[in-house]
């Protein structure tokens, strides 16, 4: 029981080192300082280059605009479930939670594609529908379940006796919520958005299918761009095997998991220090 | 029994039921002004779910409901169309188990002054002070007010829960067992800031403690299996009790 125990540490481990070795060669040739720049051109006639800044602004652009989406909705919809919901409206709503959770990334990819993207090009008058904000729309819908589930727990673990005691004194329902018991549950709440966030950045398929993969450093929601998931997801196919081109991809993955490593152990401190309470 | 012309609360034919299962019994009660009412009796004998009644913090448990009437200063508190807010404005309450906000000791007490409107500062922290000192924690808090109440002692948190209720200026205080989970010095505290209270405030405590009954009580309502058995002044039901029950739970021969 205890090698199963340990089993995904080991692999987590071994994912690391794998990566990490995969990547050392980049550092001798052609330097790590090649990284650290705006242009992602891997494959060209005159000078290959592989800055990941604009895959990283890709993400980061994604990922904002996703938790924007993400917060009002995944928290207004916790909130109402576990403190408004009537019985038999948990009943309907839960499930379909619990559904949409289950939805695989390319059905959402491809709803995105047929039928989201033509609504935003048409909506915003742009030349194309494949962009930031088509992924992001997208990806807080599929994280969005992660969100309500953890922070339902935590305003469900809200002690009872807080908002008896604000009742008594007169608040409605609302402000006995708003006031109490949302502000006892924001570690969870807080938790519930970053590991919603980790699950954001982590999704390849959907930003694969509707961002529109242009890598270039943009702020804009209305542009393409391309996340640095699915960067690899594109090139590895058909890069050579212990190339330059190969061998930055292993550090785009490696900056990947540093950041979402970085997102969930921040969760779970977070978590942690909620329970402790 | 005892029966006043000038009662603050009169409860009459009194009936509740969580679902199927009756939980008080036909009881019928006055309630002095500006008197302490000690509810005593064995544990679920219904007077918790009584004290509940006054300020309708029984309507948040699903499936419950009553018959007969609770009159406050002679209006029917469960007549259609009544202001439950200003009820509970006018009804406060404290819990058994102390259940300060994890909010500083001021957010605290100055939680119900803001839900009723009171936003100018200067105004805000007189209200503090002045519900702090008649709680008797001022001195103790004065210089902690930024402090998260999470971190006062027991009896502490208990008096600033008192503060809080005092705070939106109540005129009946609702007592759950106020000092039961409290160490006995803290309880003395209590029992003498209820002594205080009662100038001010109609308070109705239950308790589980007959001395703190006797002590702190100028009435007595004995209540068993829901039904109001006896209820008398305190001196008479704790000295010569007419009933042989309220004998039996006084004297300590059963509950």
Same mark, same amino acid.
């Given at each position: ?36 720049s705006s ?6 006639f ?8 604009p ?11 996703a ?13 109402y ?7 038999f ?26 039928v ?10 742009l ?16 994280a ?17 006796s ?6 008594a ?6 402000q006995?919520i ?53 960067t ?33 152990i ?12 | 029994?005892?029966?006043f ?22 009881i ?33 448990? %699903? ?7 609770v ?7 469960? !007549?259609?169309? =009544?202001? @439950? /807010? ?26 119900g ?5 009171v936003?100018?500062?200067?105004n ?34 208990q ?7 005092l ?5 009946i ?9 409290? %160490? ?7 029992e ?7 100038? !001010?405030?109609? =308070?109705? @405590? /239950? ?36 009933i042989?029950q ?10």
């Open positions: 029981m205890s090698i199963a125990a340990s089993a995904s540490i080991i692999i987590v481990f071994l994912i690391f080192i794998f990566l990490l070795k995969e990547a050392i060669p980049f550092i001798s040739n052609p330097g790590l300082n090649e990284l650290f242009n992602w051109i891997p494959v060209s005159q000078k290959e280059q592989f800055g990941i800044y895959l990283i602004s890709g993400s980061v652009l994604v990922t904002v605009i938790t924007v989406l993400l917060i009002p909705f995944g928290v207004i919809a916790a909130v479930i576990s403190e408004i919901a009537l019985g409206e948990k009943e309907i709503l839960k499930p379909f939670i619990e559904i949409l959770a289950g939805i695989p990334s390319v059905v959402i990819g491809f709803f995105g594609l047929v989201l993207s033509p609504i935003i090009k048409g909506l915003f008058n030349n194309t529908g494949l962009t930031a904000l088509t992924g992001a729309v997208l990806l807080a819908l599929m969005i379940p992660t969100v309500i589930t953890i922070s339902e727990d935590a305003i469900r673990s809200v002690p009872k807080y908002k008896e005691a604000s009742l004194l007169g608040a409605s329902r609302l006995t708003f006031r109490i018991t949302v502000p006892a549950a924001l570690p969870g709440i807080i938790a519930a958005i970053m590991l919603g966030m980790g699950r954001v950045i982590g999704e390849t398929m959907v930003v694969l299918m509707v961002t529109g993969n242009a890598a270039k450093i943009s702020w804009n929601p209305f542009d393409s761009v391309r996340t640095m998931t699915a690899i997801a594109a090139e590895m196919g058909e890069v050579a095997i212990g190339s330059t081109h190969y061998s930055a991809l292993f550090w785009v993955g490696i900056i990947l998991m540093i950041i979402t490593f970085g997102l969930n921040v969760a779970q401190k977070v978590l942690k220090k909620y329970q402790m309470r | 029994m005892v029966n012309n000038d009662s603050k609360i009169t409860v009459e034919n009194l009936n509740f039921y969580y679902g199927k299962v009756q939980a008080l019994f036909d019928n009660m006055k309630i002095s002004e500006k008197k302490v009412t000690a509810l005593i009796g064995p544990s679920g004998c219904g007077k918790s779910t009584f004290l509940r009644m006054f300020n309708r913090m029984n309507d948040i448990i %699903d499936g419950t409901h009553h018959t007969g009437s009159l406050i200063d002679n209006r029917d508190i469960y !007549k259609d169309g =009544i202001d @439950i /807010v200003a009820l509970r404005k006018k009804v406060g309450m404290v819990f058994q188990k102390s259940n300060p906000f994890p909010k500083s000791v001021f957010d605290n007490a100055a939680y002054p803001r839900i009723h409107g936003k100018d500062k200067a805000l922290y007189e209200i503090v002070e002045k519900s702090l000192k008649d709680a008797a924690i001022w001195n103790e808090v004065k210089d902690r007010l930024d402090e998260n109440a999470m971190g006062l002692s027991g009896g502490q948190q008096r600033l829960c008192i503060a809080r209720a705070a939106v200026e109540p005129e205080l609702l007592m759950d067992e106020p000092a039961s989970a409290l %160490d006995p010095k803290s309880t003395a505290r209590i003498d800031l209820i002594g205080t209270l009662k100038q !001010k405030y109609t =308070i109705i @405590i /239950v308790t589980h403690n007959m001395q703190q009954a006797s002590r702190v009580s100028d009435y007595t309502a004995f209540f068993y299996e829901g039904k109001l058995i006896e209820y008398d002044y305190t001196d008479k039901i704790f000295r010569n009790p007419e042989k309220t004998e039996d739970y006084i004297t300590g021969r059963f509950g």
